[in-house]
């Protein structure tokens, strides 16, 4: 729990340097666990089944956005246009997890680097259907989506219709209370799940391929059903996160899905090998905390709130770094112990 902890400590002390009371800080962290937490979540089945970080849940945040385009197209909103886009955004995040899990088996062992990569690629494609391809073979049937040109999704959407459909759906207090149901839903099932033959699979599956293999698991299918489930995740959690919003950076927005979300999970305290709900909780708590008090307590102490953003992409970074380097160290100490063992 080091990592947490130094995180637990720089965020105190920094809180001290920005002089925002501890109301609004509370205020600001329940929104922000509300939209961030099914993200983070989405990483944990991955990391159970022995495919470390996903960074591919980048292409569930697309499934999401792409959703949202949709309804938006149609003009569809409110508490149905909400659902609607989670419904719709399901049968593309299975697709797309469905062809990143292929992928992922191809390249065991480096599933990491590979995800990364699968997102960026992913990306392109992205780039060029909505660029290029809505307004000539796609119809788009509300032209304020598209550029002035007639060609081409517009960089920023308005989500004013659908904006806290979810967040004010039990009006009861000013904080997000559906949100935070449907987040603590998304952990009941992740814990009831790995009780099931399939989630024991999973774990056996990231414990030892060869073992589960020879215990008659399907290693490549469960791999694959794991990886469909983080991109759903992934999708619905986009949306959650951008009717919080309200806005959608059409070409920006998924970008850095996930690097924050891994950056988070790793906050909390997470590995490349272990994580659950609890890292998932602290982690996204810790990691926005930070993202609130870093620009003002830079201001305070420097003079320029710019240094805190830089702190902000430093730690971001820094600790996925960090966590890829130790996960290696590791893993070749454990060589070399078994290849002392051998001898």
Not at 7 to 17: E, N, P, R, V
Not at 72 to 86: E, R, V
Not at 90 to 102: D, M, S
Request: with cysteine; proline share 2%; glycine share 10%.
């Amino acid at each position: 729990m080091i990592v947490p902890i130094i995180f637990l400590i720089i965020c105190i002390a920094g809180s001290f340097f920005t002089g925002l009371p501890f109301s609004f800080l509370f205020d600001e962290m329940v929104i922000r666990l509300a939209r961030n937490l099914i993200l983070v979540t989405s990483l944990i089945l991955p990391v159970i089944t022995g495919l470390g970080l996903n960074f591919a849940i980048t292409l569930g945040a697309m499934a999401g956005q792409i959703a949202l385009i949709i309804i938006t197209n149609y003009s569809i909103g409110g508490t149905t246009g909400f659902f609607l886009s989670i419904l719709i955004s399901t049968p593309f995040a299975i697709l797309f997890g469905y062809l990143v899990g292929r992928v992922l088996n191809k390249a065991k062992g480096k599933e990491m680097i590979t995800s990364m990569v699968l997102g960026f690629f992913a990306n392109g494609i992205y780039q060029f259907v909505f660029l290029l391809l809505c307004g000539t073979l796609i119809p788009v049937k509300n032209e304020s989506l598209l550029l002035s040109n007639g060609v081409g999704i517009i960089n920023t959407i308005d989500l004013a219709n659908i904006k806290y459909a979810l967040d004010r759906l039990i009006p009861v207090t000013k904080y997000p209370i559906a949100t935070l149901l449907v987040s603590l839903l998304v952990f009941l099932f992740l814990h009831f799940f790995l009780k099931t033959k399939l989630g024991q699979d999973m774990r056996a599956v990231g414990h030892d391929m060869e073992i589960a293999r020879v215990s008659g698991i399907n290693v490549d299918k469960t791999r694959i059903i794991s990886v469909i489930i983080s991109t759903v995740l992934a999708a619905w959690g986009q949306i959650i996160f951008l009717q919080n919003i309200g806005t959608i950076n059409t070409y920006g927005s998924h970008e850095q899905v996930g690097l924050f979300a891994v950056a988070s999970l790793l906050v909390g305290g997470a590995t490349v090998e272990r994580a659950s709900w609890k890292e998932a909780l602290i982690g996204t708590f810790l990691f926005h905390l930070l993202f609130v008090i870093s620009p003002l307590a830079g201001q305070n102490l420097l003079g320029n709130a710019q240094i805190g953003e830089y702190f902000r992409v430093f730690v971001a970074y820094g600790v996925i770094g960090l966590s890829l380097v130790l996960h290696a160290w590791e893993k070749n100490k454990a060589r070399t112990r078994l290849r002392e063992i051998k001898e």
